[in-house]
């Protein structure tokens, strides 16, 4: 698997809209991280919409604190939180200046730094199946890119200079299905859950 030498950043622009359509549209786009010599391109095929201050299962329901001060602008932001005292889970932050809103990452498609992810996850790849114990999952995918709270909360995933960012490269996103958010107890029968159909990578089919 390889991403295309042809990859342009999202603007700002990309993310100043609604959770929902920003969800729907970053299926298919690229998460990149470039650290030292490090370099990694996985492809997003599975994410969740967070409505800000009115959605009971958003870490804006409360209101703006020290916490969640990234959900609430600008956009194009990377919020990261750590949970279950295990993992920590990505989303980039939407809607404009001072609306709270985000986009939670699911899961990836592996494209490049397939051995440098599997050493970051403890994974040994023997066959292609294995792949799917790199990226699929939230607290999978932060893991294989080395996502933390203390490195990534507040960078901008717009710029290309930044270590962690989010890209184009014309992939044909196919079929998108909905479903509800899985993982939560709080509005869990909203229809805010995006993925490619059928693409094996997905954290639940």
């Given amino acids: 698997m390889t991403s295309s030498p042809s990859l342009s950043p999202l603007n700002r622009s990309f993310f ?15 998460l ?8 990694l391109v996985a492809r997003i095929v599975e994410v969740e919409a967070y409505l800000g201050e009115n959605d009971p299962a958003s870490h804006a329901a409360p209101g703006l604190t020290p916490r969640n001060a ?22 980039v932050s939407c809607q404009r200046e001072g609306l709270a809103g985000a986009v939670l990452f699911r899961a990836l498609e592996p494209l490049a730094g397939l051995q440098e992810m599997a050493r970051a996850r403890d994974v040994v790849l023997h066959a292609p199946h ?3 114990k790199l990226t699929s999952g939230p607290g999978r995918l932060a893991q294989a890119f080395g996502i933390t709270r203390a490195l ?9 200079s930044s270590s962690l960012w ?15 958010r899985i993982g939560i ?9 995006y993925l490619l159909k059928g693409n094996p990578f997905v954290s639940h089919p």
């Fill in 166 to 180: 989010i890209g184009d490269d014309g992939f044909p996103r196919g079929t998108i299905q909905v479903t509800p």
């Fill in 130 to 132: 294995d792949l799917r």
């Fill in 185 to 193: 107890s709080k509005a869990a029968d909203q229809r805010l859950r």
């Fill in 32 to 39: 990149v991280r470039n650290r030292g010599n490090l370099h």
């Fill in 16 to 30: 100043a809209r609604g959770p929902r359509r920003v969800a729907r549209e970053l299926l298919g786009k690229v």
């Fill in 152 to 160: 990534d909360n507040g960078s901008d995933l717009t710029l290309p």
């Fill in 70 to 91: 990234v959900m609430f602008g600008p956009p194009g932001f990377a919020y990261v939180y750590f949970i279950y005292g295990a993992h920590y889970c990505l989303n």
